[in-house]
C-alpha cells in the first residue's frame, strides 16, 4: 500500500527525514510514534502528498506521489486517501452532514447521494442524530466522529490519522480508539501518528519509532 | 516606547502583504483623492486666484473728461482700498488690412505708464511696454509657447486715421482694462474720450448691486453726468466661469466618487487589518502589554505603510492634477495660475492618514475593551446567523462544490462584505458614467465635427504675408475644382445692429452648402433658412440674448434695416464666434454692393471619405499661395480633455477598487487558511480553490454591476444635461441615448472583471497554502 524507499526532507541544515525507508501493506494498522521533532509529522506528510521529498521515493497504492503535480496530488488524496487530524479541522459553517457530505461533492457527486451517504457513515458511526448540528456545538469526540465519517466518504484505501486522541479526554479518545480499531478490523488500511503509547498499543498491529529522522525500530505489536 | 515600536515593527515584518496592500491602497487613494480634490479646488477658484495675483479692478469706470478733472477723480475715494488711474482711454478703428488678430474691430486704448501699480497689474507676457510715441501693446490672453505659431507674430501694426503705431509688446489684463495700450502722451495725441479709473473696494463686492452701490459712493460729489460706465469684474468672471462651468459637474461627479471610493476602501482595508490581528492583540495583552500599548502597536502598523502611502500619493495625485489642471484651463488666460493649493496638499498629507487611523481606531478599541482572553477567542468564537442559511442552502444546489462555497463566503462576514460591495458599486458607477459620458461626448463631437467641416480656407495667407489675387467666386470654384471636395459653403462674419438693443448680435452670412454640412441635421426646434429675412441661431446665443424660435429682430448694417425672424435652433454654430446663421441675401438686401474684405470670410470645406486632410490643405496652399487653409477637423479640445479625464479617473478608480477587493479576498484567505487546508486535504485541487475564492467575489461584481449600472446611468441623465446648462447650449436627445443591451452587457461584466482582478492574487495565493503547515501547526 505504501512504499518509502531512501526518502530525505531537510529543513534549512536539520534533516526531517534521512534515507527513510518504509513498507505498509493493506489491511496493516501501523502507529508512527517518536519524540517531538522526530520527523513523524513530516513522514505523514509526505504520506499523504503535502510535501515532496528532497531524495528518494514516495509509493501509494502503487502512484509514485513524488513526481505528481500539486492538481494531481490532489485528485489523488480525494480518491484514495482519508485524513483525521487532531483539531478535526471541520468547516464551522456547515452542519455535521454537509461537512462530512462535502468530501464526495468536490469529486462531481450531486448533494442527494452525497448527503445520503453522509448520513449512512454518521449512523455507523453513532451520530445520525446529530446531523445537522454545526461544529462548534459539538463535543470533542463528535467532532473527531465526525471528522472520521468525512475521510471515509470516498472509501479511501488508506486512512491516515495525525495525533486523532490528541484533543480529546480519555472517554472521547477511547471512543475513537475502538473506532478505529474497528475500521482496521474491517480491512481499513490504517497509519497513525501519535504519542499515545495507549492508542498505539489499542489500534495498531505494528509500532514505527522515529529518532532524529530515521526509522530507529520496527516492531509488532500485541492489540490491547 | 521602545516595546511598542518594536511589537508594531515585527507585526509589519510578519504581514508583508498586508503592510504592502495597506500603502498601496492609500497611495492610490490618495491620488485619487487629490486629484479630484485638485480639480474641484481649481473649477471653482481659478479667476478668483488669477484676479488676485493681478490686483484686478473690481469697477473699471470711464468718465467724461469735459465734465471731470484729473484732480477730482483722484480725490473721489470713499469706500476704496486701491486705485489706479487716471488714464486717457480712446477707441481707435484700425484700418482694414490690420492683420487677422485685430479682424477690423474697434480698439479701446489706454495710456498707462507702466503695467503695475495699485490695480490691475498687467501680465506682459510678450515685448516690452511702450517707451514713446507710436508704440502700441495690445491686449490678449497669454500663449507665450504659441507665439510664432499663432496670429500675433503677423500683427506688428495698427494704423488708425494717420496714426500708425508698432506693436512692441502682448500684455493680458484679468480686468479687460482695454484692448491696447500706450504712453499717456501717446494717448493724448489720440485725442482721448474718455478717462479711465481703476477700483478696488472695501467690503462686499460680491454683487452687481452692491458694485453699484459703491461706484455711486466713489462718484458722490462728482459732476453729474461724469460717470461715463462701470464695468463690474463680475461680468469677466461669469464669462471665465462659462468653460469651466461646462466641465464642474463632470469633475464635481468624478471627485465624489473618487472621494467615497477612497474612503470606503481605506476604511476596510484598515479595519480589515486590525480584526484579523485580534489573536495577536490578545497575545500581547497576555503578555503585559497595556491596552494603551496595544492600541498603539496597531496604529503604528497600520500607520506607518498608511504615512508612506499617503506622502507619495500626495505627489503623485499633485503631479497628475497639474497636467489636467492646465489642459483644462488654457486658453481662459490663467492657465499659468493652475496648480494644487497647499489646502489640497494638508488633505492628502494630513487628511488622508487621520481617516485611516480613524478606521484603525474604531476596531483597535474594542480590542483596547476586551480581555486577553476575550481577544484571543474572538476569531474562532462560532459564527451564527444568515451566513449558516445560506451555505446549507448552497450545498443542496447542483452548483460545483468549489462554486457554491465561493458564493457561501461573503455572508460569513456581512460588515467586510458590505464595504466591499459598497466599493464595487462605486467602482461601476464611475466606469458606467465615465462610458456614457465619453460616448456622449464623441457624439457631441461628431455633430460638431460634422458641422465644422474638415478644412477651413481664408483668401489671406498668414505665413506667407500675402492675399489671394482671386476673386470670393473664384476661390470657391478653385476649392470645388479640387480632388476631395464633397461640399463648400462660404461665410462672412459679420456684427450687426439690433434696433432696441444696445449691444449687436454677430451673423455668419452663408452661401453654398450651408444647410448640408450637418447643422440642419442638428436642429433642435423649428426649421432651416427658406428665405432672405429668416435665421437660425445656436441654443447658447438664444440662451445668451434671451431669444426663442419665432421671434423678430430688426438689424442695421451699412444704412440697410430688415426684420429678420429666428426659424430655427440648432446646437452648435458656424466655426469662430457663436453667431447667428443668416443667407447671404440678406447681406445683400442690408448691404448691397459691400466689398469684401479678404480676412472678413471663410470657406468651409467637407471632404470626401477617406481623402488626407492635412494633403488638402496643403494642396490648397499650392494650388494658390495667397490662400491659408488649414485641418479643421479634430479641433475637440472638450472632447480631449474629458474623454482623457474621464478614463484616466475611471481606471484608476476601477484599480483602487480592485485593490480593495483584493484586500478583501487576502483577508479572507488568512481567516480561512485552516478551512482550505482541510479542504485541500481531502481533494480540493488549486483551481477549485482559485474557482472558490474567485466566485466569492465575482458574485459580489455581479451585485455591483446591477447597482452600479443604474447608479452611473441616472449620474449619466443627469450630469450631461447639466454641464450642457453650464456651458448654455441644448443637446439633442441621441446625445443623451448612449445605452445599449450590449454595452451594458459589458458594464456588468466590468464589475466581474474588476472583482475576478482583485481576487486573482490572493486566490492563487489560498491555493498554494501549505496543507501541512496550517492543518499541523495548530
Not at chain 2, 480686468?175 to 501717446?186: E, I, L, R, Y
Not at chain 2, 471627485?255 to 495577536?280: K, T
Request: glycine share 12%; with cysteine; net charge neutral.
Amino acid at each position: 500500500m505504501v512504499r518509502l524507499d531512501g526518502v530525505r526532507k531537510e529543513y534549512g541544515e536539520t534533516a526531517a527525514l534521512d534515507g527513510v525507508s518504509l513498507e505498509i501493506y493493506p489491511g496493516e494498522a501501523v502507529a508512527v510514534m517518536g519524540p517531538s521533532g522526530c520527523g513523524k509529522s513530516t513522514l505523514l506528510n509526505m504520506i499523504a502528498g503535502l510535501d515532496r521529498p528532497a531524495a528518494g521515493t514516495v509509493e501509494v497504492h502503487g502512484e509514485r506521489l513524488d513526481t505528481m503535480t500539486e492538481t494531481g496530488l490532489a485528485l489523488f488524496r480525494r480518491h484514495h486517501l482519508g485524513m483525521i487530524f487532531q483539531f478535526f479541522n471541520l468547516l464551522d459553517d456547515l452542519p455535521a452532514l454537509d461537512n462530512v457530505a462535502l468530501a464526495a461533492q468536490l469529486t462531481g457527486s450531486k448533494a442527494g447521494p452525497a448527503r445520503k451517504r453522509a448520513l449512512e457513515l454518521l449512523g455507523e458511526l453513532g451520530i445520525a442524530d446529530r446531523r445537522n448540528v454545526y461544529p462548534a456545538a459539538l463535543s470533542g469526540g463528535e467532532r473527531q466522529r465526525v471528522a472520521v465519517a468525512r475521510a471515509l466518504m470516498n472509501r479511501p484505501a488508506l486512512l491516515l490519522a495525525d495525533e486523532p486522541t490528541g484533543a480529546l479526554d480519555s472517554k472521547a479518545g477511547e471512543q475513537v480508539m475502538d473506532l478505529l480499531l474497528d475500521l482496521n478490523q474491517i480491512g481499513q488500511t490504517l497509519l497513525i501518528v501519535t504519542h499515545d503509547e495507549r492508542l498505539a498499543h489499542r489500534c495498531a498491529s505494528r509500532l514505527v519509532e522515529l529518532g532524529d529522522g530515521t526509522v530507529v525500530r520496527e516492531s509488532a505489536l500485541e492489540r490491547l | 516606547m521602545s516595546a511598542v515600536w518594536r511589537a508594531a515593527r515585527a507585526a509589519v515584518h510578519r504581514r508583508k502583504l498586508q503592510t504592502f496592500v495597506i500603502g498601496l491602497v492609500v497611495l492610490l487613494c490618495t491620488a485619487t483623492g487629490v486629484v479630484s480634490l485638485a480639480l474641484l479646488d481649481a473649477v471653482s477658484a481659478p479667476f478668483d486666484r488669477a484676479f488676485e495675483a493681478q490686483r484686478g479692478a473690481q469697477v473699471v469706470a470711464t468718465y467724461d473728461p469735459a465734465r471731470v478733472s484729473d484732480d477730482q477723480l483722484i480725490g473721489a475715494s470713499t469706500g476704496l482700498t486701491a486705485i489706479a488711474g487716471p488714464f486717457p482711454q480712446v477707441v481707435i478703428e484700425p484700418a482694414g488690412d490690420a492683420g487677422s488678430f485685430l479682424g477690423g474691430r474697434p480698439l479701446t486704448v489706454a495710456g498707462r505708464a507702466d503695467p503695475g501699480g495699485a490695480v490691475d497689474q498687467l501680465d506682459l507676457w510678450h515685448g516690452r511696454w511702450p517707451s514713446g510715441p507710436g508704440e502700441i501693446v495690445l491686449a490678449a490672453e497669454p500663449h507665450p509657447d504659441d507665439y510664432d505659431l499663432g496670429p500675433f507674430a503677423d500683427t506688428t501694426t495698427v494704423t488708425a486715421g494717420r496714426v500708425t503705431l508698432r506693436v512692441v509688446g502682448w500684455a493680458f489684463s484679468i480686468s479687460g482694462s482695454a484692448d491696447g495700450w500706450v504712453t499717456p502722451a501717446q494717448a493724448a495725441a489720440l485725442h482721448p474720450t474718455a478717462t479711465q479709473m481703476l477700483y478696488r473696494f472695501a467690503g462686499d463686492v460680491a454683487t452687481r448691486d452692491a458694485l453699484k452701490a459703491r461706484v455711486a459712493g466713489v462718484a458722490t460729489g462728482l459732476p453729474g453726468g461724469a460717470l461715463l460706465s462701470a464695468q463690474p469684474y463680475l461680468v469677466l468672471k461669469e464669462k471665465a466661469a462659462a468653460q469651466p462651468g461646462t466641465y464642474l459637474p463632470f469633475l464635481a461627479t468624478f471627485g465624489v466618487l473618487g472621494l467615497l471610493v477612497a474612503v470606503i476602501i481605506v476604511g476596510n482595508v484598515v479595519s480589515g487589518a486590525v480584526v484579523s490581528g485580534l489573536r495577536h492583540i490578545g497575545v500581547l495583552k497576555a503578555i503585559g502589554f497595556t491596552p494603551r500599548q496595544v492600541v498603539a502597536v496597531y496604529l503604528t502598523m497600520v500607520g506607518v505603510p498608511a504615512v508612506a502611502g499617503a506622502v507619495l500619493g500626495t505627489l503623485l495625485g499633485a503631479n497628475a492634477a497639474q497636467p489636467m489642471l492646465v489642459s483644462t484651463f488654457r486658453g481662459l488666460g490663467f492657465g499659468q495660475e493652475a496648480g494644487t493649493r497647499a489646502w489640497v496638499w494638508a488633505a492628502g498629507l494630513i487628511g488622508v492618514p487621520m481617516i485611516v487611523l480613524l478606521a484603525a481606531l474604531l476596531p483597535a478599541r474594542r480590542a483596547h475593551r476586551l480581555s486577553a482572553a476575550e481577544v484571543i477567542s474572538a476569531g474562532s468564537a462560532p459564527r451564527r446567523g444568515h451566513g449558516l442559511r445560506v451555505q446549507r442552502a448552497l450545498s443542496a444546489t447542483r452548483l460545483p462544490r468549489s462554486v457554491s462555497l465561493g458564493l457561501g463566503l461573503p455572508f460569513a462576514r456581512p460588515g467586510r462584505t458590505a464595504l466591499t460591495l459598497a466599493t464595487l458599486v462605486l467602482g461601476v458607477t464611475t466606469v458606467t458614467f465615465a462610458v456614457g459620458l465619453s460616448d456622449s461626448v464623441v457624439r457631441i463631437t461628431g455633430l460638431g465635427d460634422q458641422a465644422a467641416g474638415q478644412i477651413g480656407v481664408r483668401a489671406y495667407n498668414t505665413d506667407e504675408r500675402a492675399t489671394t489675387t482671386r476673386t470670393d467666386a473664384q476661390v470657391e470654384e478653385l476649392l470645388r475644382g479640387m480632388p476631395g471636395t464633397a461640399r463648400i459653403a462660404t461665410y462672412l462674419n459679420q456684427s450687426v445692429s439690433v434696433v432696441g438693443s444696445s449691444e449687436p448680435i454677430l451673423v455668419n452670412f452663408g452661401r453654398g452648402e450651408v444647410a448640408a454640412m450637418g447643422y440642419e441635421a442638428q436642429l433642435l426646434e423649428g426649421h432651416w433658412i427658406d428665405g432672405p429675412d429668416q435665421v437660425v441661431a445656436p441654443s447658447q446665443l438664444l440662451n445668451r440674448r434671451g431669444l426663442r424660435v419665432g421671434d423678430q429682430l430688426t438689424v442695421v448694417l451699412g444704412g440697410g434695416r430688415r426684420a429678420i425672424t429666428v426659424v430655427g435652433e440648432t446646437m452648435s454654430g458656424a466655426p469662430g464666434p457663436v453667431g447667428l446663421f443668416a443667407d447671404w441675401q440678406l447681406l445683400d438686401q442690408l448691404d448691397p454692393g459691400r466689398k469684401l474684405i479678404p480676412f472678413e470670410y471663410r470657406y468651409q470645406v467637407q471632404v470626401t471619405e477617406g481623402t488626407d486632410l492635412d494633403g488638402y490643405a496643403a494642396a490648397v496652399r499650392a494650388a494658390d499661395p495667397g490662400l491659408y487653409s488649414w485641418n479643421d477637423a479634430g479641433d475637440s479640445s472638450f472632447a480631449v480633455v474629458v474623454t482623457s479625464f474621464a478614463g484616466v479617473v475611471s481606471v484608476l478608480l476601477a484599480v483602487v477598487t480592485a485593490l480593495g477587493v483584493l484586500n478583501t479576498v487576502a483577508l479572507t484567505v488568512h481567516d480561512r487558511r485552516r478551512d482550505l487546508g482541510m479542504l485541500k486535504s481531502i481533494g480540493m485541487t488549486p483551481r477549485q480553490v482559485v474557482a472558490m475564492m474567485v466566485t466569492s467575489v465575482a458574485a459580489l461584481g455581479v451585485a455591483g454591476g446591477l447597482a452600479g449600472i443604474p447608479l452611473g446611468m441616472v449620474a449619466h441623465r443627469f450630469i450631461v444635461p447639466l454641464a450642457a446648462r453650464a456651458a448654455a447650449i441644448r443637446l439633442p436627445g441621441e446625445v443623451l441615448r448612449v445605452w445599449r443591451p450590449g454595452l451594458l452587457a459589458l458594464l456588468v461584466l466590468s464589475g466581474v472583471l474588476i472583482a475576478v482582478l482583485g481576487a486573482l492574487l490572493p486566490a492563487r495565493a489560498a491555493a498554494r497554502v501549505s496543507i501541512a503547515q496550517v492543518l499541523h501547526n495548530e
